[in-house]
């Protein structure tokens, strides 16, 4: 007697066929970029170990040559090691700021699968190589300075090229939502990487970096013999980024098939494939990318606002340690609320920008709401594990939602913007631009945190707050305009179409 299919199979094939691979690519560019994310975290977690308070935890450190105080790990057992840290979290953050305007050419001229999987095996081996620092019992600072640049230019390839394919699949209908939910592979990758990080921090700080990296250099594998970069690869239909003016009202009366479909397009909309309209244009210039109405202001938007988040993804474990007084692994914990957070508010501003139409008023809703919230967690976020938690999550949904809504929708509503006539071959310079300028700001962050931190906690929340609040006038001038639309009866319903 035949069995019946299993009901996952029978599931699929219910499918139709586009649904199938559009939900193929948005798991594994999900998987790929929590990859990214999970290597990058280690840093903040093992932090607290390479300068620890001797007198505390020499009972949990080896014996042997680990540090020439004994218990903190040389060259950061002096009383600069704050700035000895700063040096670390800088040299990968300006590497990856300046490769991301690179990145994005070379993304739009190479394949995106070749680039996107020799990318993360490097990224594998130069943070395997970090900490193999341990296990060779390596004491200068050049060595791993070395080893964060390399890793920060390696790990550009990823942002632009996973943008550049979800764009690739999904139009604008319900792109706010689709990658907001989408986006929470920053988060997930963050909090993996915490506690995967947590694991070997008091006994082998060097696993904390070698597990992640054998990770992500796995993941590159995956991406090799699986990523189709384009619909048309695999016989599926493009998606409808902009609508004619003629098509616009034929295009709404279309059925809404759900965030992974798109099968019910008219041939109308099939008669000319954007691979082969992105064939034939030339890939757009970095000075043509930044004449597209909206790269410049969201660009500086998010230099503030990812100063402001990567702050927090760098500092956030040593703060709990000082002030809270947890230890390493417990405060490694704790910090992930802060990406849990995250990925509620990343998926709320896609929400709300998507039923809006106003992504810029949405970023500029947050990050004003943000500003308050910072100042209090600093002045009563340790009134109590519950408080600190409550807090931690509100933040990090305030924090990050407009850095997840401007590095996804917005990135990809800019690189398929109405101005470019159909040339597709600007998403992923785009991309890199708008990431790259944050990229600046998630630079400064740091560097700045570690010089104000001597001076006392308090002042270091003083300059996250003044950068939230620039983030947010810098946005003022386009979320007037959309306020303005709203008020003039303008239809508002696909995101922003001009500024």
């Known amino acids: 007697m035949r069995v019946a299919l299993a009901p996952g199979i029978r599931l699929l094939r219910a499918l139709p066929r586009d649904s199938r691979y559009r939900g193929l690519t948005l798991l594994l ?52 090691y704050k700035e000895l840290f700063g040096a670390l979290d800088n040299a990968f ?15 739009e001229r190479l394949p995106l699968r070749y680039y996107l999987s020799g990318g993360m095996v490097l990224s594998g081996v130069f943070t395997a190589l970090f900490g193999l620092g341990y296990f060779w019992d390596i004491h200068v600072l050049w060595y791993f300075i070395v080893m964060q640049i390399c890793n920060g230019l390696v790990q550009t390839t990823g942002w632009p090229a996973v943008v550049a394919c979800v764009g690739n699949w999904f139009g604008k209908g319900k792109r706010g939502l689709i990658m907001g939910v ?27 970096f070698i597990v992640p990296g054998a990770i992500i250099a796995a993941m590159g594998l995956v991406c090799f013999f699986f990523l189709v970069e384009h ?18 009202d034929a295009e709404a009366a279309l059925p809404d098939d759900g965030p992974l479909s798109a099968t019910s397009r008219t041939s109308l909309d099939r008669s000319e494939s954007p691979k082969e309209a992105a064939e034939e244009a030339e890939a757009i210039s970095f000075l043509g990318a930044l004449r597209i109405p909206g790269v410049v202001e969201f660009s500086l938007c998010l230099l ?19 002030v809270a007084h947890f230890g390493a692994k417990e405060a490694g914990d704790l910090s992930t609320l802060f990406d849990a957070g995250g990925i509620v508010g990343g998926i709320i501003a896609g929400l709300v920008s998507d039923y809006t139409g106003g992504r810029a008023t949405t970023c500029c809703a ?3 709401a943000a500003a308050p919230m910072l100042f209090l967690y600093n002045h009563i976020g340790h009134n109590g594990i519950g408080v600190s938690m409550a807090m ?29 006539k159909g040339n597709a ?19 400064l962050g740091p560097l700045l945190a570690g010089l104000i931190s001597p001076t006392g906690w308090t002042n270091v929340f003083y300059m996250l707050i003044a950068a939230d609040v620039s983030a947010c006038l810098l946005l003022s001038r386009l979320a007037l305009k959309e306020i303005r639309g709203w008020r003039g009866c303008v239809p508002r319903k696909r995101g922003f179409a001009e500024f």
């Open 29 to 80: 560019t999900f998987l790929f970029y929590t990859s990214y994310h999970l290597s990058r975290k280690p840093i903040s977690i093992v932090k607290s170990q390479l300068h620890l308070n001797c007198s505390a935890a020499a009972s949990d450190r080896r014996n042997g040559s680990n540090g020439t105080a004994g218990c903190s790990w040389a060259p950061f057992d002096g009383d600069n």
């Open 93 to 107: 953050l300006v590497a990856y700021a300046i490769g991301m305007f690179i990145s994005g050419i070379f993304g």
């Open 182 to 208: 989408w986006n929470s592979h920053t988060s997930v990758g963050n909090i993996l990487g915490s506690l995967i990080a947590g694991v070997w921090v008091s006994s082998a700080w060097g696993l904390s």
């Open 231 to 248: 619909p048309e690869d695999v016989g599926c239909s493009p998606p409808l980024h902009h609508a004619a003016p003629g098509e616009k």
């Open 304 to 322: 503030f606002a990812k100063l402001v988040s990567y702050t927090f993804l760098y500092w956030l474990p040593l703060y709990i340690v000082n």
């Open 366 to 368: 947050m990050l004003v």
């Open 392 to 420: 931690l999550i509100v933040c990090g949904g305030l924090v990050n939602g407009p850095y997840a809504l401007i590095t996804t929708a917005v990135s990809a509503d800019l690189g398929t913007h109405e101005c470019l």
């Open 425 to 443: 071959r600007a998403l992923a310079t785009v991309t890199a631009i708008i990431d790259g300028t944050g990229s600046i700001g998630a630079a």
